[in-house]
């Protein structure tokens, strides 16, 4: 504890101010302790609180420590415990007893409470900014190779022909549920905690709407309590960035599945691999499996934080503290891994020739066919049936159901006729799978439109 | 395996079949299955996909069906592994071959996506409703206690006097966030899987914006891939609910604290604890604590859920059925919890004698002088430290702040007068803190009165 | 609340009794109850605190209900809560006033925490049973196949030759931690919570010891504080349990990717597959599937256990009830995925001819030829880099090292010579891998001995 | 990628770079690499795959770097990727040619599972010292404090008087358990991956047996491809120290709660204390509260590395790398945690007073009359009734059992007698509980004693 405060308390043991002080990490709050103290400082001069010559000084003061700290000039000590104390602490240095003012109607709870949500703002804008970006790569690669048809899987079994395409716009999908969901989450930032104080607002005249204008929060908490209690909005981020890390973990999964060669379906660029340090020949997907690795950290960083707050007491409480690094480092892995997750995703090379080399494993066709049945008249579930039947007999034989004669396929159903062909190769079936959201070009040609209405 | 399915397969071992079933699960979505089984009928009539007498016999067995259900008499088979079979087969039992017709156009994949948004879709209307009313008990307590004035809280340490209502209504802010949050949750529901099929849509010419309009769903989800493969509106309910029961985890913990013997300051009725099997005397808080108990319950389905996602490939994996009990056992949880919170609440006896006594304890008067030396011209920062040497001499004889005389006060600061007594008393501190959001009676009378605007 | 206990307080609300009351879950305890109580029975007896023909009838009715209890004939009353009351009020009703005797020195907190010890202690030894079923299905299969080489892997990309058998070694490797992870964690369980009453121990002249020899505990937990506070073992065997799940799950993982086709290196037997509704040709690995699915139960059940104890005082508070369902469902997870998985293996068919194929991709060979190069005295970082080139350049050309002339290969180093031609192809790598654990038939088949020995 | 290694495919992308190092981390295993490295060197010396020059050579230059990493000197270079690449670059530099020789028979794979394993062998020592030192102070304590008597809670409720020594040694059996729990977790650790290789072991004549022993451990690894797939050492230690966690959880929250000034049972000491930068008068129990939040923490990490390796196929994936800071993380929280909250103990101060009027309230001698009545004759549950309406009554009255005159206890039993007036007191009450394990002084102090001999 600093000789700023304690002055009711002894000494602050050495290994205590080791354990609670927290500058390592919320010194990157730093920027924003200083925008939030110029707020409530201009806050405290329009409401008299201080004096316009004592606004003067410190504004100077923290002008300067504020080009201090971007310079990375400003010395952060430890034993002034956290980002708050060091600033005021700093601000004291340098602009002499009026700088004790400034915590005048404010305290570290609603300080901090500021701080993350400044942060928070910040960071998410340029997570959004990254995320349209991978956004756009998919559905550009979308575009590129419009008319590459491939296996679609469930199970990841064989099912049916799809386009490339198709699945990539799949993934859009999950990434502007993510947009939303971010939006949505950065919504809740953007409320006033400044003014709450410890718990209980003050008897001091201030004006909190003043200050959210200033800082261009559309509103002010309005329950003191609940403003240094409510940790609500960082781990709604901390959710929202833990399903933009699912997603990117299902396609880092398939990217590493489908660039063996057993697959070799895709090829990732050089510039995204590592080799061993044993194995010259080795290409491995090291970037991709980081993403997917990442993804648990962010799992780990949610449920640390909800067990966290588990239980806790209305208002502060110090265990608050320990969220900010969960925050930090959730923002670090989420930018990190959508960034790389963009630029790798841009150089991957589609291997046109092996996906279609895939189409004839799995008998792809099989539903297609049942259906052709249930037009004919035979009810779906029986057409399911004989088409299963059809299907065990090649297997044994290494057939496929286009190297059927008529004649054989009479054998299963006497509706078969000689217009089945025509939905036994993947092309006519991919383009036959008109319904709306379906694999046909026409379907996915509408949804890439869309896709570049909303980018 | 079922004999409506496996042509192709052998016969699904004993031991396979038991680990595979969900019926026991599932089979509380059977009504919604059947409410989608129509819907999806009634297009494949209006498509001219089903004849109309098809139809109406189709449709007369499923309503049977629907009674069956209603009426408990609907019997489920393990056998027939999951609830789509279950009733697909009742449903040939009773319509005939016809009945095969009706998963013409549909798969399990976008039926079971399409079942758990309609089961969804329905309990969260409950759920609001149920959360609804706790903010309500919330509020009609802050009414009727509002002049109870109580000890204010950080680090569970006495910090400031505030209004019990004030605290009361930093409760109910954390539940409003949560509707918001489940409304916004619930959005995501309302889009239509079905008509995806296996993965990639359909040759037959199906209609899928009518089955969205008979379902009442806003929109069509426009890519089939997406459709099968996306469980994000389950995991974004189970978030919701995790804080929600975060929020009523707080709550419950301080209700448990309060209601010792020592802080006294509640008492549950008797109605909401249970008594000891061995101590006669015992009245515990047994619905708190599993309250506060069921709160790491949801946290581990939601962590189970995101955990079983990721890095699946697309599309429908047999794993996305693992989700089904975590979906239905969180909603349970929370209706439950939610419920039996209300009613707790609702018969909370405030112990308002031992709350005043509270506030004798803990030196709460010591910011209100703080500010008091800051208005007559001490830097905060000073006054803080002035403070801090009273109490710490103070708290050696055992003595309050206010049972100093003038006199005494002048020898930490001449700055002390005889108006510093208007400061020493919580009720006159509560009155002052007339920020916006503090604790003064006109600024939580406020707060109530926006929150009664909201419910 | 049960008329059994609730003299002090009014009758529980309905609400709150449908909130605590645990019978549903608590119901597969019964016998273990009976157990403990029999033995608590003979205790009191023989120490005097009851009299002989007290102990006759009271044992005479605990062991009919034990048999009602067998039998599927007692009826377990949600409104007596749980399984304690269920049990003692049926005891009451057969044996009259003298049943009320059984609970003297004796609380459902000390009574819980032994029924889920014996509990617990029963099951894990079936679990044991079946953990070592598997590990010998995967020996023998090591055995069976004990020629086959296929493509070891590291990021999921081709590294270097293997035997088959060394791979599956490697699990049981894994395995048999957790069967040593099993065996400790259930030492822990081995100790007697009886006879610390409530929390403080009893005035009754018990015999803890006595009770320990009857139900062969080796010994008695010796703070009566602790005994009814810690659930360590619990959370032990829940820990050990999804250790065994994350090792299955890697293998089903492989199982999965490896019985595509386009792996193809496996096959898994139709009993434990499963087919589409939609699409007739499908194979679908469900079981496995929902092995690595529930895998994430697992997970989220030790979370919630960890996250439920954290920070609740000493001794018994009813959170630790929620505990109960978390140990019986994880039980019943890992018994039936230990079951079904080692079934599933058993019957897996290896497709020798595929994996011998997927040899040729992927430059097996390279870090052979490094070495090869290494033992002719070029440093091995060099030699890496030497062999890198040629697979670089080799890799345009598609072909394989063992496809380069002398000549060619002299153009990277002179160190090549004749005898390079030994190093190249896959059953010579394996052979010369005779590290201490290495790959070759004369490591594996130690090891598959030792791992005999020890089943 | 690094000039080292990069022979084959082009330069790493500076973005995927900068996501895959992991200098930042890694570095703290830096004296472990050496150690191994040295290890390795002497072995392949031995075995004569290197030429003793060649070894004198790499040793000097290697034993140079271990001290300028000591001294802090060693500049870690991001572009050289891990800690390992780093030191063989160094070594080349300093050794020149044969440097690049070190790192035949050796692959990263198994030399960052050696790595892990001896830093955590080394860290586990210091943290059982630590675990040690904190049953040291509660021991110490508990003779300290022996005959201070408290009331014991169950559900937070005062339950029964006991000894506040009883309580210490409650929490010292979970602690005493932990160091158990990590004892066992280390033993996994002293097994040998090295010669492992990348996965398939070597054809170098190397010899683990003798690695293993310079490095003192007790066993070789005996499948490479488990050595360097496996992490469970690793997991076991983060699940160990999360236990560690959850008992000092539960501890700390009592002294927060103990510590207000309405329970006001203990003091925590000043220096553990933080005051706030608003309220001067507070003191606050800030660490104890870290040391709950950081117990999140610890779950957490537990939980990221459970998902992350959930299905991984193997042998090595890069996945595995983020579970290094995983580990590396849990070990630091760990050890500050369990030396912080050692002396926080060590210097709390009892308020026997508090402690003594405590006792007053709640009825703790209630399970004593019953058991009184019991010892009369009353069957169990009827005296627990008759105790109940007692307790009732005098709730309203505000009025203790030993209040009551023997006559008016007749009233509600005749089987008082005079005689009961030896259970109404606390003192009498403790000295009784005389059962194994027990809260009587010849109990606990039994339980102190056997405790001293195992530390």
Redesign the interface.
């Known amino acids: 504890?600093t000789n700023?405060?304690?002055?009711?308390?002894?000494?602050?043991?050495t290994?205590?101010l080791?354990?609670?002080e927290s500058i390592e990490v919320d010194k990157v709050l730093a920027p924003y302790d200083i925008q939030g103290s110029i707020a409530h400082l201009l806050m405290l001069s329009k409401c008299k609180i201080i004096k316009p010559a004592e606004k003067r000084k410190i504004l100077k003061a923290l002008k300067e420590i504020e080009i201090e700290i971007k310079q990375g000039r400003f010395k952060f000590k430890k034993e002034l415990?956290d980002v708050?104390?060091n600033i005021?602490a700093r601000l004291?240095e340098k602009a002499g007893?009026?700088?004790?003012?400034?915590?005048?109607?404010?305290?570290?709870?609603d300080?901090i409470a500021l701080d993350l949500r400044l942060y928070l703002r910040e960071e998410i804008k340029e997570i959004l900014f990254l995320l349209k970006n991978l956004e756009k790569v998919l559905v550009k690669k979308a575009e590129q190779n419009f008319n590459v048809i491939m296996p679609?899987?469930?199970?990841?079994?064989?099912?049916?022909?799809?386009l490339y395409s198709?699945?990539l716009?799949?993934?859009?999908?999950?990434f502007q549920?993510d947009y939303e969901?971010l939006v949505?989450a950065s919504q809740?930032i953007n409320e006033l905690p400044l003014?709450?104080?410890?718990?209980?607002?003050?008897?001091?005249?201030?004006d909190?709407?003043f200050v959210a204008k200033l800082l261009g929060f559309k509103k002010?908490?309005?329950?003191?309590?609940?403003?240094?209690?409510?940790r609500?909005f960082a781990?709604?981020f901390i959710?929202a960035a833990?399903?933009v890390m699912?997603h990117l973990?299902?396609l880092?999964?398939?990217i590493?599945?489908w660039s063996?060669?057993?697959?070799?379906f895709i090829e990732i660029?050089?510039?995204?691999?590592?080799?061993?340090?044993?194995?010259?020949?080795?290409?491995?997907?090291?970037?991709a499996?980081?993403v997917?690795?990442?993804?648990?950290?962010a799992?780990?960083?949610?449920?640390?934080?909800?067990?966290?707050?588990?239980?806790?007491?209305?208002?502060?409480?110090?265990?608050?503290?320990?969220g900010n690094p969960?925050i930090i480092d959730t923002v670090s892995i989420l930018k990190?891994?959508l960034?790389?997750a963009g630029?790798?995703i841009k150089d991957i090379k589609v291997n046109k020739g092996n996906m279609e080399d895939?189409l004839k494993?799995?008998?792809?066709e099989?539903?297609?066919?049942?259906?052709y049945l249930?037009?004919k008249g035979v009810?779906?579930?029986?057409a399911?049936?004989?088409?299963?039947?059809?299907?065990?007999d090649l297997e044994k034989r290494e057939k496929g159901i286009s190297q059927l004669s008529l004649a054989e396929l009479k054998r299963y159903s006497p509706y078969f006729s000689s217009d089945v062909k025509k939905?036994l190769n993947p092309q006519a079936?991919?383009k036959?799978?008109?319904?709306?959201?379906?694999?046909?070009q026409i379907?996915v040609r509408?949804?890439i439109k869309?896709a570049k209405g909303l980018l």
Do not use: W
């Open positions: 504890m700023i405060l304690k002055g009711r308390l002894k000494k602050t043991a290994k205590a080791d354990y609670i415990e708050h104390l005021e004291i007893e009026v700088g004790k003012k400034l915590h005048t109607a404010r305290s570290r709870n300080q679609g899987f469930t199970h990841l079994q064989p099912a049916q022909p799809i198709h699945y716009m799949a993934h859009f999908h999950a549920r969901r949505k809740g003014g709450a104080c410890a718990l209980a607002g003050t008897s001091f005249p201030i909190r709407k002010v908490i309005p329950n003191s309590m609940d403003a240094v209690s409510n609500d781990i709604d959710y833990s399903m699912l973990s299902r880092m999964n398939e590493i599945i063996t060669p057993f697959f070799g660029s050089d510039e995204f691999c590592a080799t061993s340090s044993i194995m010259p020949q080795k290409k491995n997907p090291d970037v499996e980081l997917r690795a990442k993804t648990s950290r799992y780990g960083n949610l449920l640390s934080f909800l067990s966290l707050m588990k239980g806790l007491p209305l208002t502060y409480n110090r265990d608050l503290q320990e969960l990190k891994s960034d790389v630029e790798l895939a494993k799995g008998f792809l099989a539903t297609e066919v049942a259906d249930t037009r009810a779906f579930r029986n399911h049936q004989i088409v299963a039947c059809i299907v065990r939905v079936i991919v036959k799978k008109k319904s709306e959201g379906g694999t046909s379907e509408k949804d869309k």
